[in-house]
């Protein structure tokens, strides 16, 4: 259990600290002022500013699997998959589709 929770712990520092790099009002002038393209583009993608959170948390606070590179990637995808989730509503339910006529094409 106690294991779980420190994953657990890890997940929502490393969320936390992505939403608020790319999307909160904290950050937001900070986003503004960059100028060059790739650190823009770094800085409003939660999945690529996961990343490097994820490896900067693996690296210097602690390491959920052994290996910063691997925290890298998994604070990217968990960063992607939450705001996937809680910012964008991606896997709200679809509207249902109607039904195709037979010999009719859409």
């Known amino acids: 259990m106690n294991a779980l929770l420190n994953w657990v712990e890890w997940v929502v520092v490393a969320y936390s ?9 904290i950050m937001e002038p900070l986003r503004r002022r960059v100028t060059q393209q790739k650190l823009a583009e770094l800085l409003h993608c939660p999945m690529c500013t996961g990343f490097w959170v994820g490896g900067v948390l693996g690296y210097f606070w602690w390491s959920i699997t052994g290996n910063a590179l691997m925290d890298a990637f998994f604070g990217s995808a968990v960063s992607w998959m939450l705001y996937g989730k809680f910012v964008l509503g991606v896997n709200e339910p679809a509207p249902p589709r109607m039904p195709q ?6």
């Not at 600290?17 to 009002?25: P, V, W, Y």
């Open 101 to 106: 006529q037979a010999g009719k094409k859409p």
């Open 17 to 25: 600290i992505t939403i608020i790099i790319t999307s909160s009002r």
